[in-house]
């Protein structure tokens, strides 16, 4: 799936901002297991944007030294 480039590089700080709403979305529902699954969502979005920013981040930085290898 191919999406246009504004939106491609905005995934990462999308990610980020709906785990950490998730995340305080968790501090104050206290109804049925509302609280567990706001967390496990914003855990599992936190750590996914960061994965996909910190990889970006080094790609770009190798790409741009000229040290990308081809494997």
Same mark, same amino acid.
Request: proline share 4%; charged share 20%.
């Given at each position: 799936?191919?999406? $246009? ?5 905005? *995934?990462?700080?999308? @990610? ?5 709403? $998730? ?5 104050? *529902?206290?109804?049925? @297991? ?6 496990v969502v914003g855990i599992g979005t936190l750590v996914g944007g960061l994965i996909v920013f910190l990889k970006r981040r080094d ?13």
């Amino acid at each position: 799936m191919w999406v $246009s480039k504004p939106i491609y590089e905005s *995934l990462p700080y999308f @990610y980020l901002s709906s785990g950490f709403i $998730s995340l305080m979305a968790s501090m104050y *529902l206290n109804h049925w @297991y509302w609280p567990t699954i706001c967390f496990v969502v914003g855990i599992g979005t936190l750590v996914g944007g960061l994965i996909v920013f910190l990889k970006r981040r080094d790609y770009r930085l190798r790409v741009h030294r000229g040290r990308l290898r081809e494997e």
